[in-house]
């Protein structure tokens, strides 16, 4: 059986690669320990989408689990307005949207153009300043990029070397977990 990425990983993947080794070790267990930070808070933003909770608008999916054979992904939408042609992914607090967000955002048009739904638009959404943001459709150079990166993270090799950033690694989620890093988690 063929195994897909799961799409809420890549950004992680663009924070370290590494912690997606880490990811897969304890994602097992009890995932209290490794969601333990802003993550959190990001993660109870999306309960209830998750849940179904979000939206009785036929014309509104929510939490749809969405697919795609050409790039070896799966992964979980947020909202989908048919009406409008549009595709939104919410985030607890976006300061900065991060280019591994936009891989997600990305990705998963791709599973839901491969799954035979209409895009037009794509937004992000900021719930903690209800701010919304427009993301361009990703054009032929951009869906290469991103199938790049799908590659990239399929051939990991998480006994390689990597190098380490203080900075980062005080505010990963799996610090206290590392063998990579000696520095202390700031949570
Ligand atoms: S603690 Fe640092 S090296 Fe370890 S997974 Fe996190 S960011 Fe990567």
């Given at each position: 059986m063929d195994e897909y990425i799961a799409i809420s990983l890549l950004n992680d993947f663009i924070f370290c690669p590494y912690s997606i080794y880490l990811h897969n070790v304890y994602?097992?267990?009890?995932?209290g320990i490794v969601h333990s930070t802003p993550q959190a808070t990001g993660k109870s933003a999306h309960s209830a989408i998750d849940n179904n909770q979000y939206s009785t608008k036929k014309s509104e999916l929510t939490s749809l689990s969405v697919y795609s054979d050409e790039l070896g992904i799966a992964g979980k939408i947020d909202i989908y307005k048919a009406d409008e042609k549009l595709l939104t992914e919410r985030k607890y607090k976006l300061t900065t949207i991060y280019q591994g967000q936009i891989f997600q955002l990305w990705a998963q048009y791709f599973c839901m153009l491969e799954m035979g739904y209409q895009i037009e638009k794509l937004t992000m959404h900021s719930i903690s300043t209800n701010q919304t943001f427009p993301i361009e459709i990703p054009s032929a150079i951009e869906k290469s990029q991103l199938i790049n990166f799908i590659n990239e993270f399929k051939n990991y090799n998480p006994e390689k070397p990597i190098k380490t950033n203080e900075n980062k690694c005080k505010h990963c989620i799996y610090c206290n977990l590392c063998d990579k890093s000696e520095v202390e988690n700031v949570y």
């Amino acid at each position: 059986m063929d195994e897909y990425i799961a799409i809420s990983l890549l950004n992680d993947f663009i924070f370290c690669p590494y912690s997606i080794y880490l990811h897969n070790v304890y994602m097992g267990g009890d995932e209290g320990i490794v969601h333990s930070t802003p993550q959190a808070t990001g993660k109870s933003a999306h309960s209830a989408i998750d849940n179904n909770q979000y939206s009785t608008k036929k014309s509104e999916l929510t939490s749809l689990s969405v697919y795609s054979d050409e790039l070896g992904i799966a992964g979980k939408i947020d909202i989908y307005k048919a009406d409008e042609k549009l595709l939104t992914e919410r985030k607890y607090k976006l300061t900065t949207i991060y280019q591994g967000q936009i891989f997600q955002l990305w990705a998963q048009y791709f599973c839901m153009l491969e799954m035979g739904y209409q895009i037009e638009k794509l937004t992000m959404h900021s719930i903690s300043t209800n701010q919304t943001f427009p993301i361009e459709i990703p054009s032929a150079i951009e869906k290469s990029q991103l199938i790049n990166f799908i590659n990239e993270f399929k051939n990991y090799n998480p006994e390689k070397p990597i190098k380490t950033n203080e900075n980062k690694c005080k505010h990963c989620i799996y610090c206290n977990l590392c063998d990579k890093s000696e520095v202390e988690n700031v949570y």
